[in-house]
């Protein structure tokens, strides 16, 4: 019964022998190949763009494409400029206005440029319709004529609460690119570009204040979140990883081939990335933070192990070689269970999750195989000495011993508490809110998150929503009957309370109407024929300059048009509430052919953690059964195998009613913590009910004396594994991105719970049923066995 | 050199051609590369010259970046105004979508103001006068502008001579202009011109901030009497938006006996 105990000693002692022996060559050889791997690092690009969240076959996302290819790319970068003094029609702002509109043509990509004083507006004289810039040379107009300029811009639809504040105290230029996306570099230059450009403005206006937003501010800023997290967070964790392993192991050099362990792991991992051409971004690039906390418990075994050994009077090598024994079958099996764990990721809706989870397993195998190769050739290699202890046999320990016999002799009202805990803590579970609102994804660190509030509090909102509304048929949009349509979805839209500002083309038909009409206010209204409207814009379009037609709202054979909606700040349950209350209005009150898909980034978005949810259920299911099936092969018992699953899975349930207890609120990243916080916690069970059953088979203890072993045995090492592992995921949630923070803090709780569940609710149900003079255990699970 | 020279009629013939060629090369030698570009370009404008009026129609096929398609139809007269600081005359009849049939727009074009337009729409039987300085926008949602539809003339660009190229079968020189109007939408042009019958083959346009913007083939030339050539093909591709249009010009008609009272504002209701 002993087969594969012996056969993975055996081969455990084979590697152990052939590396302590041939240690250059395998310093050599592991030299070589980080060296080899990790030149692919050189191709490791960060990714900038929010599309790299959605897969390729996201249907929100496939919507937007196509909406994209009818009109044009989404991409804008939006400069909010306000005035100390709350008055943009001046002419000292009006000349910046003007100056930053005519300057961000250079902006690289760019395609338009939209401020208040290139804004097209038309009036009658005569039988003259003029198209114009809303206001030329400010700075030399007097400020009367402003203020005519400030109460048209005021009133007039297309610009009030979007380009200029509803109270007229900040104004924006909107400028829309058109990015090839053939190079990574393209966005940091336009942005680079526009920050320039945004400085010198704010230096020649004193009083002027320039903030960037947009969509490709926020872009940027995903890029500048991972780039912040990974100057920040990876050199604090490799402190706190130094400092946990003097303290753990009370060797330099220990320490030191512990760190170079890490060190190669991560660099071959992200290596290997660079080579398999992953960008990076914000959440895959948490990967080289978790290898760091993983790879650390591979080392740390192998050498507690060993030093424990020397310290009780063995040599080096030999101790070496019996570490490398006793922890080669629990080193790979913990290995594959994360591994399973981040594997699952790859069942999620949005690749950046893919390449966390692959990227992390391709650093838990490197790890496995550094601790088995390259740390012992260290060991070997380095001058490694320790105090010898006094006495040869470990002392047992009077702490986890007195915890054993306090859980073993009250069992039973252990269960009945945690019961009550845990079925309170999972009672909480629907607290919990799903929130993708990605200006809240970055924290104040980041430029990005700041401008876009001011932008927000002093502008207009930056949540978009796009309809592109179909007519039916080429030429329709000209039609009466769509027309009205448009207008009173136009006129709900702008009732709503949750909306800031309606762009709709119906507000350009009737402004040509009046015009048309000697400035009238009463012709201010639809065309009610065809031929008018389709000729009412033929005329406005000859009119256009450059870089301001109709283009981009317009369908080219004018069979739809794009109506955006910009939204207040709302949380994803309420925008999808707007979504189906919009849609719900259009089916009601427009002609069929009238119906369409709202779209936009804020649309995907807020379907993003339900599509990873409901993606993230499978792979869930299969990281459950891929552990579960570990277990009981390594555990070689299908009750106790199938029993583990209750300390493992409870306290990720638990974290989730922690959550919605303490915060409520969760982006994407949480669907994702289940699969990867079970393969990181099952390692501990694996650990305790393999030394409890070696007590219950080897020493035939009952199960009291059982349990007691295995907290004397296991015990410490379980819980400084857990502190290792909170410490790291504790730095991620330091991270600036709140999706990899979230990850970080859900998975130190789901940790420490889990300790908590092995070091009570594990051994109270493993005494369930024990009566005091009890059949060995052999005989007991006979059946089980045979 | 032991080159034979062998003195018979034709050889004497090639002799001279060459001796007159090296003559104009060395008097074109003094010419910077602004003013060669300038003869380039006004050689291909004075092959132009003498089609006094001219009638086409025009099909444009507008392709957005999916490929979707739409088509517009319209007939385009032309009365060429022999002074070349002054624009051409035009006048665009709509015809196809039928919303816009009979719309007609007349334009008198500047070289540096802005051109004189108007507009008729038989919706409301009225004729509107379009004024805007600058009208460089889309013409009808394709990918020209009004300006790049037009006649080319001459004084609303400065020229640059750049070299010469082979361009498909002919040999062309390109040549950079940059627009001369403050309002134009671009930064500057280039153009292959040919050799062999100086027309212009291909254009790309530069963007504001100095990127390309377009290209535009130009070709299935064919030869009127009077030597005058004209494209029936135009090939337009936006490199920014992915959008492209494709006109297809019908045979022309020159000198239909047209003069100025045919390009007045008062003609434009019936074009119906």
Redesign the interface.
């Known amino acids: 019964m002993n087969n594969i105990t012996s056969t993975t000693d055996r081969l455990a002692n084979t590697i152990a022998g052939t590396v302590i022996r041939h240690r250059w060559l395998v310093l050599l050889l592991a030299i070589l190949l980080v060296v080899l791997a990790g030149s692919g690092a050189r191709h490791l690009e960060f990714s900038n763009n929010y599309r790299a969240f959605f897969s390729p076959d996201n249907p929100e996302l496939l919507t937007f494409e ?1 909406f ?3 009109y ?1 790319k989404n991409d804008n970068i939006l400069f909010v400029l306000q005035p100390d003094d709350g008055h943009v029609f001046k002419p000292p702002v009006a000349d910046a206005i003007e100056r930053l509109t005519e300057q961000a ?7 338009r440029v939209d401020s208040v004083s290139n804004f097209q507006h038309s009036w009658a004289s005569g ?6 810039n809303l206001y030329r040379n400010g700075i030399s107009l007097p400020q009367k004529t402003l203020g005519k300029k400030q109460a048209i811009a005021l009133q007039e639809p297309l610009l009030y609460g979007a380009l200029i504040a509803t109270d007229g105290g900040a104004t924006g230029i909107n400028v829309t690119l ?1 990015f ?1 996306e053939k190079s990574l570099t393209e966005l940091p230059t336009a942005i680079d570009f526009a920050r320039r450009l945004a400085t010198d403005i704010e230096h020649d206006y004193p009083g002027v204040t320039v903030a960037i937003t947009g969509i490709s501010a926020l872009n940027n800023a995903f890029a500048a979140a991972g780039q912040t997290d990974a100057m920040t967070l990876i050199p604090a964790m490799y402190l706190v990883l130094i400092v946990i392993t003097l303290v753990t192991l009370r060797s330099l050099v220990a320490t030191l081939a512990t760190l170079l362990v890490i060190a190669f792991s991560t660099v071959t991992a992200m290596g290997l990335t660079g080579y398999l051409g992953i960008a990076l971004d914000p959440i895959a690039m948490t990967a080289s933070i978790v290898i760091l906390t993983l790879a650390i418990a591979d080392s740390v075994h192998v050498l507690v192990s060993m030093l424990n050994r020397m310290r009780e009077g063995h040599d080096k090598l030999s101790s070496l070689r019996e570490s490398l024994r006793i922890n080669f079958l629990a080193i790979t099996i913990t290995s594959i269970t994360t591994i399973i764990g981040f594997l699952a990721l790859n069942f999620s809706d949005s690749p950046p999750f893919w390449y966390l989870g692959n990227i992390t397993a391709m650093g838990i195998v490197a790890a496995w195989l550094y601790s088995l190769t390259l740390l012992p050739a260290l060991v070997a290699i380095l001058p490694l000495r320790v105090k010898h202890r006094a006495a040869t046999t470990r002392p047992s320990d009077p702490v986890m011993v007195r915890l054993a016999r306090f859980i073993t002799g009250r069992y039973r009202p252990i269960l009945a508490v945690s019961t009550v805990i845990a079925v309170s803590l999972v009672s909480l579970l629907p607290r919990v809110e799903f929130n993708d609102q990605w200006v809240q994804y970055f924290d104040e660190r980041i430029e990005f998150r700041n401008d876009a509030e001011f932008a927000m509090d002093n502008l207009t909102g930056l949540y978009l929503i796009e309809y592109s509304l179909p007519s039916g048929e ?2 329709g949009i ?1 039609e009466p009957a769509y027309l009205a349509g448009l207008e009173s979805f136009t006129d709900w839209l702008r009732q709503q309370p949750e909306v800031v500002h309606v762009y709709s083309y119906t507000d350009i038909i009737k402004r040509l109407s009046k015009n ?1 009409h000697a400035d009238q206010p009463d012709w201010y209204r639809l065309p009610d ?8 814009l ?2 406005y ?11 981009d709202r ?5 069979s739809a048009t794009r109506v955006s909606i910009t939204m207040q700040e709302l949380s994803t349950v309420e925008v999808r509430q707007f979504l189906d209350k919009s849609r719900h209005w259009l089916q009601t009150h427009t002609p069929s052919t009238m119906q369409a898909e709202p779209t936009g980034a804020t649309v995907m978005f807020s379907f993003i953690s339900q599509r990873n949810i409901e993606s993230m259920l499978r792979g869930n299911v299969v990281a459950v059964l891929g552990i579960a099936l570990i277990l009981v092969l390594s555990l070689r018992s299908l009750s106790l195998g199938t029993l583990s699953l209750i300390p493992n899975l409870l306290p990720i349930l638990m974290t989730f009613g922690v959550w919605g207890l303490l915060v409520g609120q969760v982006g994407m990243g949480a669907a994702t913590v289940s699969a990867t916080s079970l393969g990181i916690i099952v390692d501990n069970t694996v650990h305790f009910l393999t030394k409890y059953l070696r007590a219950r088979r080897e020493h035939g203890s009952e199960r009291p004396q059982a349990i007691e072993y295995a907290f004397n045995t296991v015990g410490w090492a379980v819980t400084a594994n857990a502190i290792i592992l909170m410490c790291g995921f504790a730095m991620l949630a330091t991270s600036s991105f709140r999706i990899n923070a979230e990850m970080g803090l859900l998975t130190v709780i789901a940790i420490f719970i889990a300790l908590l569940v092995d070091f009570f609710l594990l051994p109270a149900l493993l005494m369930i049923g024990y009566r005091t003079k009890e059949t060995n255990y052999e005989h007991e699970t006979a059946i089980q066995t045979a | 050199m032991n080159m034979k020279l062998q003195f018979k009629p034709r050889s004497a013939f090639s002799l001279g051609l060459l001796c007159v060629s090296l003559l104009t090369a060395s008097t074109a030698y003094p010419l910077t590369p602004e003013e060669h570009g300038f003869e380039i370009a006004a050689r291909s404008d004075r092959s132009d010259r003498g089609f006094a009026d001219s009638r086409v129609d025009l099909k444009m096929i507008l392709r957005n970046a999916a490929g979707k398609e739409s088509t517009r139809t319209l007939a385009i007269t032309t009365l060429e105004i022999p002074d070349e600081d002054v624009g051409d005359k035009s006048l665009i009849v709509f015809r196809t979508p039928a919303d816009i049939n009979g719309t007609a727009l007349l334009s008198h074009a500047k070289i540096l103001d802005p051109d004189d337009q108007w507009l008729f729409l038989p919706a409301i039987k009225r004729t509107k006068r379009i004024s805007s300085v600058n009208k460089s926008g889309p013409f009808v949602g394709s990918e020209f502008a009004f300006e790049d539809l037009t006649a080319l003339e001459l004084n609303k660009y400065d020229y640059r001579f750049l070299r010469n190229e082979a361009c498909a079968e002919l040999q062309c020189d390109v040549i950079e202009r940059y627009p001369r109007y403050e309002h134009s939408g671009y930064s500057k042009q280039v153009i292959w011109v040919d050799q062999a019958d100086y027309q212009i083959r291909q254009t790309e346009f530069y963007d504001r901030r100095g990127d390309l913007l377009k290209t535009l083939v130009m070709d299935d030339y064919r030869n009127y009497p009077g030597d005058i050539w004209r494209p029936h093909h135009f090939s337009m591709v936006n490199h920014q938006t992915g959008k492209s249009t494709e006109l297809m010009y019908s045979a022309f008609e020159f000198q239909n006996g047209l003069d100025d009272r045919n390009f007045i504002k008062n003609v434009l209701k019936r074009q119906r």
């Open positions: 196509d994209q290819q009818t044009t043509w250079q902006i690289p990509y760019a395609t039988d003259d319709l003029t198209v114009d058109n090839p080429p030429g000209s048309m024929e065809r031929d008018l409207a389709a000729q009412y033929l005329l379009e000859l009119s256009l300059p450059y870089g301001l037609d109709l283009n317009i369908s080219v054979d004018k």
